[in-house]
Structure formats: C-alpha cells, structure tokens
C-alpha cells in the first residue's frame, strides 16, 4: 500500500533518499526518479534522458517506444538543452529561446512549464564525459518556486550517486587508462606533481638509455655448407637422369648422361680418320727404301697420325664423360628432371649439386636499409616455417661484403652461419633468420630506421 507524502519537503527529501539506497537496480531507480518526484514538486510529464541511449525512461509508462514521435521529439528537446545549459543545477525552459521546430511541436506534447536538471556525474572516470552524462526533464501546468528547485538540484545529487553505485567502474579497464594517468599528472600538490614529473622524466631517460641487442630480421634457409657441385663436363644435350630429387646416392653411382648419337657418331668419324692416318704411315715407312720423296713425307704423316691420336683420344674422354657419375656420398640436390631433359648445355652449366646429408648451415639475405654491424662470430637464429617453435642457433660466418642481386630484382648482403648443433632437418627448408648485433641504446634502435630514412629523404 502506497504512503501518505509527509507534509515536510525534507522529510520527502530523506525518504526518496532512503528509497534510492535500497534501489536493487538501475531500472527502479529510474522508475524512482520520473514517477516518485512527485513528493517534492508537482509535475505531470518527466522523462530520464541519456547522451548515449536517448530517451530511457518515461513517467506513466512502463517502457519507452524509441521510434515513436514522442521520442524523437522529447531526445532532441534534451539534447538541444544539454548543449545550451552544461552548469550544474536546474535550468526553467523559455520555451521563446528554443529553435523554430522544437518550439512548434511544445503544446503538442508537453505543458506550458518545464524545468531541465543537468545529470552530470553518472559515472566515475568515465573515458567520454560526454557519453557518461544525461538530464532530467520534468513538466508541468505551473511555474515552481525557487526552494522547490533548490530540493530539487539536493535529490538529482543523491539520485546521481546511487546510480553510480548501481554502476561500478571495472577494476581496470584499458579505455579508462588514459583518463587515470591524466588524473595522476595533473593530481596532488605543486610540489609533489614536481617530483613525480622530474622522476619520471628520469625513469623514461633511463628506459631510453638501456642498452639492447641490436637485431634484424632476414629470409633464410637450410643450405649444403660444402656441396659438390655437378657441372656440364662438355656441350650437348642431357638424355636422362638416373636420379631422382633429392635421393640419396653413393660415390661413382652414375647421376646423368649426354645424348650419345653425336658423341659417338664424331669418335666413329675420328677413329676412321685416325685408321687412314696409320695406314698412310705404314705406307710411306714401306717406300722410304726405295723412294727419297716418301721418306720425305714420312714425318708429315706421323704428325698426322698424332693429330688423329689425340682427336679420338679428346672424343673417347667426352663420351667417358659423357656418363656423369657421383664424386662423393650424399643427397642429390637439383630441380625437376623434365627441364633438364632434351635441354641443350654449355660446358660449365651448373646442373646438381651432392651434398653430405649432415652438412647444412644456415643461409639469410640482408635487405640494404637492415644492414647492421655483426661482429664475428655473432649469434644466429633460424625459425623455419616447418617447426616455428624450435629455432635453429648459428653462428655468424662471413657476409658478403657487397649487396647482391635477387631474383625479386632487389639487393641483399648473403649471410652465411655455421650451426651451433645437428639440425634434424633436410636442406631447402625456408623460414626467418634473426641476427643478433652490437649493443646499443634503447632510443638509437627505436629511431634508426626512420632516422636513415629522413636522412636519405633530406640528403643531410
């Protein structure tokens, strides 16, 4: 059953108040404010209004329809007065200073009389004050007196504080740090803000002071660290392979051979040169005895005999040659067979590469503008897309004195490292590299990049 209203305005004031402690959400102090006001000044029509949600509760309803014409109007009445009237206490609306479209649609939905009480403290240290900020909007058919707005402004502080209670900032939220860091700047006495500044300013010097490792990144690789390299022992044209990718072969195991029709049809040729050449001989060696110009061109044609010798001798190794074999024990490295058959090469071309299955280092390329300092022996670490949690540890070997070029067409400084232990991987395999370098301050390794690069653009 409902209570009388005390008499005594204070003791309505109390009573509200005891009523907002004991509130159990933020709705019924909602419903408190629009529909229990009453005990303090009369009114008929109040609204709760918020930046953020709109309209959020009505007098005399239980919800508010947001797409009703009501509500359009009511929140753009509210917002326009929360923009004219940012002080704290009640604000009685002249409803002459209001723009043309709020004033033509006032006797349509509300009274002759308002008054408009700014809530400006909804949340503690809230990130968007104007997000955390609202109003109240009560209207009647008469004006109020200036004690009644004075008890008034008294309840929207209770009010305001028990909905803060309702809404309790997180513990820590990271929207809100800026604003408590503002606070502890700006916070305290002149004296103590001096200190606190002059220890800071020390503090983030010495963060910038700290010496780190200065580091880059680069694209390596797994890589034979001393190959054998298979190169065309003469011109022609590859016939097969008698390897596959990647297979692992033994010493003097064939790997490829040469198309052996010119081959051989040119040692075919040079051995019937060379059987005319002898037979010439031995017929010049016969008429020496009797014939003086035969004798004279018995030295000529062992010249000749000679010049066929080594002929058939040079095609005779080219075909030996011709049947490439495997100068060591280890894993065949080259591409896809089928480019290379039927694929003429020049002597010297490099065909395949054998290499010991243990024996692999790390290869990276230095972009130009990461070239750091690396001392010798300097720390190497290979994080392979296969295994990204298992780094590969090396150590520094040499790197190449002058950019090179790449196949993507830009230049990078080669790198090569020895591992620290037995990898467990096979060759070819790609990932990141990360070189460790000289140490220096915090700051110079922030800023060396952009540094370098103003530094290029102003040509300084």
Same mark, same amino acid.
């Given at each position: 059953?409902?209570?009388?209203?005390?008499?005594? &305005? %204070?003791?309505? /004031?109390?009573?509200? !108040?005891?009523? =907002?402690? #004991? +509130?159990?959400?933020?709705?019924? @102090? $909602?419903?408190?404010?629009?529909?229990?006001?009453?005990?303090?000044?009369?009114?008929?029509?109040?609204?709760?209004?918020?930046?953020?949600?709109?309209?959020?509760?009505?007098?005399?309803?239980?919800?508010?329809?947001?797409?009703?014409?009501?509500?359009?109007?009511?929140?753009?009445?509210?917002?326009?007065?929360?923009?004219?009237?940012?002080?704290?206490?009640?604000?009685?609306?002249?409803?002459?200073?209001?723009?043309?479209?709020?004033?033509?649609?006032?006797?349509?939905?509300?009274?002759?009389?308002?008054?408009?009480? &700014? %809530?400006?403290? /909804?949340?503690?240290? !809230?990130?968007? =004050?104007? #997000? +955390?900020?609202?109003?109240?909007? @009560? $209207?009647?058919?008469?004006?109020?007196?200036?004690?009644?707005?004075?008890?008034?402004?008294?309840?929207?502080?209770?009010?305001?504080?028990?909905?803060?209670?309702?809404?309790?900032?997180?513990?820590?939220?990271?929207?809100?740090?800026?604003?408590?860091?503002?606070?502890?700047?700006?916070?305290?006495?002149?004296?103590?803000?001096?200190?606190?500044?002059?220890?800071?300013?020390?503090?983030?010097?010495?963060?910038?002071?700290?010496?780190?490792?200065?580091?880059?990144?680069?694209?390596?690789?797994?890589?034979?660290?001393? &190959?054998?390299?298979?190169?065309?022992?003469?011109?022609?044209?590859?016939?097969?392979?008698?390897?596959?990718?990647?297979?692992?072969?033994?010493?003097?195991?064939?790997?490829?051979?040469?198309?052996?029709?010119?081959?051989?049809?040119?040692?075919?040729?040079?051995?019937?040169?060379?059987?005319?050449?002898?037979?010439?001989?031995?017929?010049?060696?016969?008429?020496?005895?009797?014939?003086?110009?035969?004798?004279?061109?018995?030295?000529?044609?062992?010249?000749?005999?000679?010049?066929?010798?080594?002929?058939?001798?040079?095609?005779?190794?080219?075909?030996?040659?011709?049947?490439?074999?495997?100068?060591?024990?280890?894993?065949?490295?080259?591409?896809?067979?089928?480019?290379?058959?039927?694929?003429?090469?020049?002597?010297?071309?490099?065909?395949?590469?054998?290499?010991?299955?243990?024996?692999?280092?790390?290869?990276?390329?230095?972009?130009?503008?990461?070239?750091?300092?690396?001392?010798?022996?300097?720390?190497?670490?290979?994080?392979?897309?296969?295994?990204?949690?298992?780094?590969?540890?090396?150590?520094?070997?040499?790197?190449?004195?002058?950019?090179?070029?790449?196949?993507?067409?830009?230049?990078?400084?080669?790198?090569?490292?020895?591992?620290?232990?037995?990898?467990?991987?096979?060759?070819?395999?790609?990932?990141?590299?990360?070189?460790?370098?000289?140490?220096?301050?915090?700051?110079?390794?922030?800023?060396?990049?952009?540094?370098?690069?103003?530094?290029?653009?102003?040509?300084?």
């Amino acid at each position: 059953m409902k209570q009388d209203a005390p008499d005594h &305005p %204070l003791i309505a /004031l109390l009573e509200l !108040a005891q009523r =907002a402690r #004991a +509130a159990a959400s933020a709705d019924e @102090l $909602a419903f408190l404010v629009v529909n229990e006001s009453h005990a303090l000044l009369p009114y008929r029509q109040a609204a709760l209004w918020f930046h953020a949600a709109g309209v959020h509760t009505l007098s005399g309803v239980i919800s508010v329809e947001a797409n009703a014409p009501y509500a359009h109007w009511l929140d753009a009445l509210c917002r326009h007065l929360a923009s004219v009237h940012a002080e704290a206490g009640p604000l009685c609306i002249a409803t002459a200073a209001l723009p043309p479209t709020l004033k033509a649609s006032w006797d349509e939905w509300l009274p002759a009389h308002a008054v408009w009480l &700014p %809530l400006r403290h /909804l949340q503690r240290d !809230a990130v968007d =004050a104007s #997000a +955390a900020h609202g109003g109240l909007l @009560l $209207a009647g058919d008469q004006p109020w007196t200036a004690s009644q707005l004075a008890l008034l402004g008294e309840w929207s502080d209770i009010w305001q504080h028990a909905w803060r209670a309702a809404h309790p900032p997180p513990r820590w939220s990271l929207a809100r740090l800026p604003a408590r860091l503002r606070d502890w700047w700006h916070g305290g006495a002149a004296e103590r803000r001096w200190r606190r500044r002059t220890a800071l300013a020390l503090a983030i010097l010495g963060v910038l002071l700290f010496p780190v490792r200065m580091t880059v990144l680069a694209p390596g690789e797994l890589v034979a660290a001393n &190959p054998a390299t298979i190169r065309a022992p003469l011109d022609g044209v590859i016939a097969e392979f008698a390897v596959r990718p990647n297979q692992l072969v033994q010493a003097g195991q064939p790997l490829f051979s040469f198309d052996q029709a010119p081959i051989g049809s040119r040692l075919d040729v040079a051995r019937e040169a060379l059987s005319t050449a002898q037979a010439e001989y031995r017929q010049n060696a016969q008429l020496m005895l009797n014939d003086a110009r035969a004798r004279s061109q018995l030295a000529g044609a062992l010249g000749k005999v000679a010049e066929k010798q080594a002929q058939a001798a040079f095609l005779e190794g080219q075909a030996t040659r011709s049947r490439v074999l495997a100068p060591q024990a280890g894993i065949v490295l080259f591409d896809d067979p089928s480019e290379w058959i039927g694929r003429p090469v020049q002597t010297g071309e490099r065909i395949m590469q054998v290499a010991a299955a243990d024996d692999v280092e790390i290869e990276a390329w230095v972009a130009v503008g990461d070239a750091i300092p690396l001392a010798e022996h300097a720390p190497l670490q290979l994080y392979l897309a296969a295994a990204p949690l298992t780094p590969l540890s090396g150590t520094l070997r040499y790197m190449s004195h002058r950019a090179l070029a790449r196949p993507d067409g830009s230049y990078a400084y080669r790198v090569r490292a020895r591992l620290d232990a037995r990898a467990g991987q096979r060759i070819g395999l790609k990932g990141t590299a990360k070189l460790g370098g000289e140490r220096a301050p915090l700051i110079y390794w922030v800023l060396r990049r952009p540094l370098a690069s103003v530094r290029q653009f102003i040509a300084f």
